[in-house]
């Protein structure tokens, strides 16, 4: 599939009720540069990137995910520079890290200032609370400064993370107040994670006309079919609970689905896992690629429509999933 003559542009969603317009698919940026976990430097590199986001681009893929906290401010920096030399609009979304200790409200000012000068950017287009602070920055205060900062012109949209359902009523109430839409929340969703079909997240999204952003929507390569009890990644997330060899052959029967579906369409279980995603459309999936060979293998969802009889299929073995 990758390769095809004129592939199909991606379709355009708006950002919950903010103007905010983006691709129906994201790219998410953690890996370029990031050294401790996603092996930047070490597996991949500048070149790398580089081609992650030149096929993404080519692709019509015009929405890419950072943090301020991603490599300590290097991943805002190296997508800063990547979008200047693209020379052409893009939609940039990042993150502030309520980290303990840092300081309540004001912090959060200075958070902005910092994201703005790493990107290069006049303004942020979607600026996003990483996680919810209980302590120092309480929801409702955060989202004054959020607020100050639309009406200042240095953000663009709204967007929390990692965020419950109440949790979210709290935010978009608050930023009502101020007449801000409250626009996206970014949590983990994929056919390995489905809580925000259960916890109330998706409803809440759809009630309050907040776009939901899915994040690790590949499970950080395990959907991909590469990865097994005797193939597993190098580094850190091998220690981590997902990349259990009990998780990894659990999940074997909705991974050897993927694989079948892939082998008809022509395309990898990469793409079917993120075509399953696309299927939804309160959902814009952000798809992390540390190369331009899975950029392309990802943007191939979007020529991908999975009819009603396949959807079922991957619902019924992921229903059938359970974290053991
Ligand atoms: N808000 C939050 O708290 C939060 C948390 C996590 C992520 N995020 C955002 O969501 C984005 C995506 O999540 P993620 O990076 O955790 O995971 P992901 O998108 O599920 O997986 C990305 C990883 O899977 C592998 N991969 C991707 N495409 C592939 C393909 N076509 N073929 C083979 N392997 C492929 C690559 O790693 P290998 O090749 O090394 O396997 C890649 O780095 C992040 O970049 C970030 O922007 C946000």
């Given at each position: 599939m990758?390769?095809?003559?004129?592939?199909?542009?991606?379709?355009?969603?708006?950002?919950?009720?903010?103007?905010?317009?983006?691709?129906?698919?994201?790219?998410?940026?953690?890996?370029?540069?990031?050294?401790?976990?996603?092996?930047?430097?070490l597996d991949h590199g500048p070149r790398e990137a580089v081609a992650a986001f030149e096929t993404y681009l080519n692709r019509g893929i015009?929405?890419?995910?950072?943090?301020?906290?991603?490599?300590?401010?290097?991943?805002?920096?190296?997508?800063?520079?990547?979008?200047?030399?693209?020379?052409?609009?893009?939609c940039i979304a990042t993150k502030y890290a309520p980290l303990a200790g840092r300081g309540g409200p004001a912090a959060i000012r200075k958070g902005i200032e910092g994201s703005l000068r790493r990107l290069g950017v006049p303004c942020i287009d979607l600026y996003q609370i990483h996680w919810p602070d209980r302590d120092e920055a309480p929801i409702d205060a955060a989202m004054e400064i959020f607020a100050d900062a639309v009406e200042a012109g240095q953000v663009r949209a709204v967007g929390v993370s990692n965020f419950g359902s109440s949790e979210m009523r709290t935010a978009h109430a608050a930023l009502a107040r101020r007449g801000v839409p409250l626009a996206t929340n970014q949590v983990r969703y994929s056919l390995l994670h489905r809580a925000p079909e259960v916890d109330g997240v998706l409803d809440a999204c759809r009630?309050?006309?907040?776009?939901?952003?899915?994040?690790?929507?590949?499970?950080?390569?395990?959907?991909?079919?590469?990865?097994?009890?005797?193939?597993?990644?190098?580094?850190?997330?091998?220690?981590?609970?997902?990349?259990?060899?009990?998780?990894?052959?659990?999940a074997r029967p909705l991974i050897e689905e993927l694989q079948r579906i892939a082998q008809i369409r022509d395309c990898t279980p990469a793409a079917v896992a993120?075509?399953?995603?696309?299927?939804?459309?309160?959902?814009?999936?952000?798809?992390?690629?540390?190369?331009?060979?899975?950029?392309?293998?990802?943007?191939?969802?979007?020529?991908?429509?999975?009819?009603?009889?396949l959807l079922a299929a991957l619902n019924h073995l992921s229903a059938a999933w359970r974290k053991p």
């Open positions: 990758a390769g095809s003559a004129s592939p199909r542009p991606p379709e355009i969603r708006r950002l919950g009720g903010s103007t905010v317009e983006v691709s129906s698919l994201g790219a998410g940026c953690w890996a370029w540069g990031d050294e401790e976990y996603w092996r930047y430097g015009d929405f890419f995910d950072t943090a301020e906290s991603y490599a300590w401010g290097k991943g805002e920096q190296i997508l800063g520079a990547l979008a200047r030399k693209a020379g052409r609009k893009l009630e309050l006309n907040v776009t939901l952003l899915a994040y690790s929507p590949l499970e950080q390569g395990i959907l991909t079919g590469k990865y097994s009890g005797t193939r597993p990644p190098l580094g850190k997330r091998r220690e981590t609970p997902w990349f259990a060899t009990s998780n990894l052959e659990a993120l075509a399953w995603t696309l299927a939804n459309p309160d959902v814009v999936p952000l798809a992390g690629a540390r190369t331009g060979e899975q950029a392309e293998a990802n943007a191939d969802a979007l020529e991908l429509d999975l009819d009603e009889e």
